[in-house]
């Protein structure tokens, strides 16, 4: 290989490329990064899977001490391409069973074709909408994660007190659950304020955490065991 063509590669290694970008009837715009090695998913003003998502959902997994807790069902609304899977079965090595729904058959399309979603074990993943999915499910689990966007926005119906109610019913009686929400602006901080004021009317007692990176992104944690 030429020097050249080595500076390249190597420039590419580290800063990174774009393998693919397309788009769906759920998101505007999507594409696949490839960067340090790795691949993540991106909508047009968020990550999707891996990246920073990761990063910030793996703080909250340590804060919690999520690795202590007895999990055999979990749930993963907006599961991606799988970043929230892989932190619990290939870092911590748990050995539950993974219900993961997505409303993006795109997203789960880019999910089996770069990041190999389909060599998690004892976990299978639903294209269904999240709200619909809760309104028919009786199961209850361990732990629920919510991880619902569209691009950087979650969705108004995944705030809302009937949605939060659906969540309650669907905790297992010692489970844990965790409510991802960016804060990027006022109207999302505003927002944040009324889902605060939700989780409390709804579970009572609840914690609240906030991890800063490039942005906010506030984790609402009920813990069933909590009392």
Not at 136 to 150: A, E, F, G, P, T
Not at 153 to 181: Q, T, W, Y
Not at 186 to 195: A, D, G, M, V, W
């Amino acid at each position: 290989m030429g020097i050249k063509n080595l500076f390249n590669t190597t420039y590419s290694y580290l800063l990174g490329r774009i393998v693919e970008r397309t788009s769906s009837k759920v998101s505007p715009g999507l594409e696949v990064a490839h960067i340090n090695g790795k691949y993540m998913l991106n909508s047009l003003n968020a990550n999707y899977s891996y990246g920073m998502l990761q990063r910030v959902f793996e703080i909250e997994f340590k804060n919690l001490n999520i690795q202590n807790r007895n999990i055999k069902e979990a749930l993963i609304l907006g599961f991606g391409a799988g970043s929230v899977a892989s932190i619990l079965l290939d870092q911590y090595k748990m050995s539950c069973n993974i219900t993961g729904i997505e409303k993006d058959e795109k997203v789960i399309q880019l999910g089996k074709k770069y990041f190999n979603t389909q060599r998690f074990n004892n976990t299978q993943v639903i294209c269904a909408d999240a709200f619909e999915f809760l309104k028919v499910n009786k199961k209850r689990y361990d732990l629920i994660i919510v991880d619902v966007y569209v691009d950087n926005i979650v969705p108004a119906e995944i705030e809302s007190p009937e949605f939060i109610n659906l969540l309650k019913n669907a905790v297992a009686s010692e489970g844990l659950l965790i409510f991802n929400k960016m804060i990027c602006d006022t109207e999302t901080e505003r927002s944040s304020q009324k889902l605060k004021d939700t989780f409390s009317k709804v579970f009572g007692n609840f914690q609240s955490h906030n991890i800063h990176k490039h942005h906010t992104n506030l984790m609402l944690v009920y813990d069933s065991t909590l009392k």
